[in-house]
Structure formats: structure tokens, C-alpha cells
């Protein structure tokens, strides 16, 4: 399901509430000065109408760097920062950050201007704190941190008797520490917690006992599992940081050969959420497949038609997404006795939904929908969106292959990751959302830990619940059959 490329965290939301407003123009605020010296002989910044759309590595590098008279655009912060990592590794830019620095503050010096350079210094604290806050997974490398001790050093040795510049770093140093330090027991415990145990079932009983547990024995209310799986998805959405999407578009860029063991890590968040919904959908098949009365089977398809449209009401796409996939795989899609009892009109709504056709149009509008009430809620539940994970990815992924990096004249093609920083901001606005519902231990205990049939299981139970119908039907029944006796 995913595409090429194939945790709770303290917030961000100080540097998010302030970046990418309702349009990432990049343009420069009132106030806030201009770039001092121009772009530097590397290569001259490119605007258009006021936005900036490209220029050289070096020259977006210097832009980022504030002076007694400047300091960067937030959106500018943010969208740099989190595209340079496609070009350049975190820890070689801090090192050109601090080489900017360190110019500046010579000439300041040079001058004898305490006021203007202690400004300076503030803006620098300032610049380093945003960094930190947005990207702090950036500096659990040694050499960034290494980095970042020598720029602040640097800029202590201008502080006063007063020592609020000193303060500033302090602060900052000790709130990143704490982000890195719950990021490393977040994904500690991702480790333990593994996708649910695959039941390959009987040998060729593949059904379990009739009064074996099911989803109906724990909750027979679709609002209420509706509300626990949005609980999850929020719980893990929440392990997905930006940097973590621009994976997408760096791991499939080879001719960048700066991978370290955080680029893993990243890219196993991505793939840990994207587990969850394959998981997600084989628990609804293997609760079909398993039931050994139709008149069970109907009712248990219906239930996750109800499931389905309850998350598509709160706003979560990606579970309704997952549910629908598990009702169309093959195993359950096959039992047509059993379809033939269902009352399929709310399914066909769902499907219609899901409609793969224009680039799934129907999804679309229904996210567009949830967004704009989102953006006018006034209720942490009217606030929940949770798009279909495997659709945004492919839409980061398309924004990358359908734009170059660089354009003819060398330049950086800066207007392509506007687009890609506004749609990440987006996402990481929606997994900010507080869960409204309250926690129910044991229906999210059954979710997450109850065992899922194999591939192999399901069809073994589908064809034990209807028999083979044609000949491909009945060639699989007798290869399977014939593996498990053989396996015997």
C-alpha cells in the first residue's frame, strides 16, 4: 500500500501557530526588514509578485540567517528548514548558519556597537529556538549538537552582567533536551507494542470455537467503536513529525546519500501508521470470515458499514478507509450468500465516497467538507480530521515527481516546496486536535492486540462459509487444502 519511500511528543504548536497562515506566500512581514548584503556572489534570490521562488542552496541558506535590521519570514523558517534536509543534512546547514554568524558578529564588533550586536545575538537565540522547537529530532545527532553548542557559545560571549541572552539558551537547551528525551521513550515503547499477533488458525478448522470472543462481544455500538478507533488513529497520527513526511520526498531522491540512523526512524513512523491501517483492515475481514452463521456474518457486515459511516461523520477517513478495504477483500467480497442478506444502501454511500475515479473526486469534497469545519469549529469534535494517510503520501509524492529540485539556471526550485511545507503544516495542524471521546481500555485492548487471520486463513474460513463456485474458486480450495495437509 505504500508508495516507493516507504511519538505522545511535547507540541510544536508555538512555532505552527505562528507559521503557514491561511496562504504560504513567503513574502517578507512588515517590520521585519530586509536580507542586509543581497544574496552574495553564490546567486541572487528570485521574487515573484513579492513571493520568492527559487534561488541558489547558498543563497536561501544566507536568507535564513537574521541581521541587526532583519529577520526571516516565519513561513520562510519553517519551509527551509524543513525542505533543506532534501539537499543538505541538518547539522551541515547549522554548521553554515553558525559560519554566517560568526561573519556578522565580526563586523559588528569591528564596530563597537553593543546595542546592535546584542540585538543580533537575540535574533540568532531566537532563530536557533524556532529551530529547535519545529525540528528538534534535528539535533540527536552529535555533530548538530555540537553545532548548536558552538553558535550558542559564540553568542553568550557578547552577553551582559545581565545574563538574559544566557537565560534564553538555557531555556531553550533544556526544553529541547526534554522533546528528545520523550521522543526516545516514544519510540522505546513503539518497539514493544508490534502489530497483533497473525492467527494462521487450525489446521484445517480454520474457524475458531462459535463462542470464541468477536468486536460484537466487547462493543455492539458502531458510535462508540467509531470514537475508540479515532482515539488510535489520533494516538498514532500524533508520532508523525514534518520532517518525517519530507522522507517521502528525500528517500527518493538518490542522488542525496545523507542517510543516518534518524532517517530510519523517521521513515518507521511513516511505515508503523501505514501498519495500522493494513491491520485495521485484515481484524474486519478476519471478524467476517470467522463467524460460522450467515445470519452472524450479515450482521457483522453490517455492523462495520455502520462502523464506516460513523468515522466518515466524525472525520476520520483513514479508518473508514481501512474498513471498507477489509470489506472488499477478496475472502469476505466472495461470500455472496452472505451479501445477498445485507442491506447494502448505506455501503454503496461509503463506496461512493471512496470512488477511485478523477483522483478520487468524492474524498476530496468530503475532506475539503471536514476541513472548512474544522477551520470554524468551536468543539475539539468538530475539529477531528484524519485524511486517508495512503492518499496524502501519493499526493506529496506527486508534488515531487511533477516538479524538478532544481530548475535550468541551477537555482533551487523553491515555489515546489512552498507547496509541499503548506499541505505538511495541514496535516500536522489536524494531529494537533485533542481526542474528545472518552477512553474505553478494553475495546482499544481488543483492537490492538487481537489476533488477525493470515492471507492463507481467510480463505480457508471464507470457502469452510461458502463453497468454491467456479473453477479458479475451487483450484485455490484444493492448493490450500493441500498445503495445510501437507504442512501436517
Known amino acids: 500500500m505504500f508508495l516507493e519511500p516507504q511519538e505522545t511528543m511535547p507540541q510544536t504548536s508555538v512555532v505552527f501557530s505562528s507559521i503557514l497562515g491561511p496562504s504560504c506566500s513567503g513574502q517578507v512581514q512588515p517590520g521585519m526588514g530586509e536580507r542586509g548584503g543581497g544574496a552574495g556572489s553564490s546567486g541572487d534570490l528570485i521574487f515573484q509578485d513579492g513571493r520568492l521562488i527559487s534561488g541558489s542552496l547558498e543563497a536561501l541558506m544566507e536568507h535564513l540567517v537574521p541581521t541587526v535590521d532583519y529577520y526571516p519570514d516565519r513561513t520562510y523558517i519553517f519551509t527551509f528548514l524543513l525542505s533543506s534536509r532534501v539537499f543538505v543534512p541538518p547539522h551541515d546547514l547549522l554548521a553554515r548558519v553558525g559560519q554566517i554568524c560568526l561573519e556578522q558578529r565580526q563586523q559588528l564588533e569591528a564596530g563597537s556597537d553593543k546595542a546592535r550586536l546584542k540585538s543580533f545575538s537575540a535574533k540568532i537565540v531566537q532563530l536557533l529556538k524556532e529551530w529547535t522547537e519545529a525540528f528538534p529530532y534535528d539535533f540527536q545527532d552529535e555533530k548538530a549538537m555540537a553545532e548548536l553548542k558552538a553558535i550558542t557559545h559564540r553568542v553568550t560571549q557578547c552577553d551582559e552582567e545581565n545574563g538574559t541572552v544566557k537565560k534564553a539558551i538555557a531555556q531553550m537547551t533544556q526544553s529541547l533536551l526534554l522533546s528528545l528525551a520523550a521522543r526516545s521513550q516514544l519510540q522505546e515503547l513503539r518497539e514493544k507494542l508490534r502489530s497483533p499477533a497473525m492467527d494462521k488458525g487450525p489446521i484445517l478448522k480454520a474457524k475458531p470455537p462459535a463462542a470464541q470472543k468477536d468486536i460484537l462481544g466487547v462493543c455492539c455500538d458502531p458510535l462508540v467503536l467509531a470514537q475508540q478507533l479515532t482515539h488510535i488513529e489520533l494516538e498514532r497520527v500524533s508520532s508523525i513529525h514534518p520532517e518525517d513526511l519530507m522522507q517521502i520526498v528525500s528517500h527518493v531522491d538518490s542522488r542525496d546519500k545523507h542517510r543516518c540512523r534518524g532517517d530510519l526512524i523517521k521513515t518507521y513512523s511513516l511505515e508503523a501508521y501505514d501498519n495500522w491501517f493494513n491491520c485495521l483492515s485484515m481484524l474486519v475481514a478476519t471478524e467476517v470470515c470467522r463467524v460460522v452463521k450467515k445470519k452472524h456474518r450479515t450482521r457483522m457486515l453490517e455492523f462495520f458499514i455502520d462502523v464506516a459511516r460513523e468515522c ?67 468543539s475539539s469534535r468538530e475539529k477531528i480530521v484524519i485524511p486517508v494517510f495512503n492518499l496524502f503520501v501519493k499526493d506529496i509524492y506527486f508534488l515531487h515527481k511533477i516538479h524538478t529540485n532544481h530548475l535550468p539556471n541551477g537555482h533551487i526550485n523553491f515555489k515546489k516546496f512552498w507547496d509541499i511545507s503548506r499541505q505538511i503544516h495541514e496535516f500536522m495542524t489536524w494531529t494537533q486536535v485533542e481526542c474528545p471521546f472518552e477512553k474505553d481500555k478494553k475495546i482499544q485492548s481488543y483492537l490492538l492486540t487481537a489476533p488477525i487471520y493470515s492471507e492463507e486463513a481467510l480463505f480457508i474460513a471464507s470457502f469452510e462459509s461458502e463453497g468454491p463456485e467456479n473453477h479458479m474458486e475451487k483450484d485455490s480450495w484444493k492448493t490450500l487444502r493441500t498445503t495445510l495437509l501437507n504442512r501436517a
Request: charged residues 15%; glycine residues 4%.
Open 312 to 378: 466518515f461523520n466524525i472525520g476520520n477517513f483513514n479508518s473508514m478507509m481501512a474498513i471498507i478495504s477489509g470489506m472488499n477483500l477478496s475472502p469476505v467480497a466472495r461470500l455472496k450468500k452472505t451479501w445477498s442478506k445485507v442491506k447494502t444502501a448505506k455501503f454503496d454511500v461509503l463506496e461512493h465516497h471512496m470512488d477511485p475515479s478523477s483522483n478520487f473526486c468524492n474524498y476530496r469534497t468530503a475532506l475539503q467538507g471536514a476541513t472548512q469545519r474544522s477551520q470554524m469549529a468551536n
